[in-house]
């Protein structure tokens, strides 16, 4: 947290304010996309941190897979797919974010981190 990174419960709000962040800037469509889906999904569900939100997002998947008859293959596909794309997009928001972040804590040296 000394670093800028934010905490598990400010997670969300933090996506926020970087996807607003990144409105003026040139070819980031498809970020500002990812991260408007995931934090959409994460109010959607309540879910706090990305973990949370895949948890929830593969118990959902599990829930409407369930009644599906076994041999219907493609709409099992179909579900599998929206699934990992919902998770990708939340991986790529997470990644994006503390790359981005990654800037300001090395302009503070890391002071409390002991590099070898």
């Given at each position: 947290?000394?670093?800028?990174?934010?905490?598990?419960?400010?997670?969300?709000?933090?996506?926020?304010?970087?996807?607003?962040?990144?409105?003026?800037?040139?070819?980031?469509?498809?970020?500002?996309?990812?991260?408007?889906?995931?934090?959409?999904?994460m109010?959607e569900?309540?879910?706090?941190?990305?973990?949370?939100?895949?948890?929830?997002?593969?118990?959902?998947?599990?829930?409407?897979?369930?009644?599906?008859?076994?041999?219907?293959?493609?709409?099992?596909?179909?579900?599998?797919?929206s699934?990992?794309?919902?998770?990708?997009?939340?991986?790529?928001?997470?990644v994006?974010?503390?790359?981005d972040?990654?800037?300001?804590?090395?302009?503070?040296?890391?002071?409390?981190?002991?590099i070898?």
């Amino acid at each position: 947290m000394s670093y800028g990174y934010p905490l598990a419960k400010n997670f969300r709000a933090a996506l926020k304010v970087y996807g607003e962040s990144l409105t003026p800037k040139p070819n980031c469509e498809r970020l500002r996309r990812c991260i408007t889906n995931t934090v959409s999904l994460m109010e959607e569900h309540q879910a706090p941190t990305v973990d949370r939100l895949v948890l929830q997002i593969e118990e959902e998947l599990d829930g409407r897979k369930r009644p599906l008859a076994m041999w219907d293959a493609a709409k099992h596909s179909q579900l599998e797919k929206s699934a990992n794309d919902q998770i990708l997009d939340a991986k790529t928001v997470t990644v994006a974010l503390f790359l981005d972040l990654e800037i300001n804590a090395r302009a503070t040296r890391l002071h409390g981190i002991e590099i070898s």
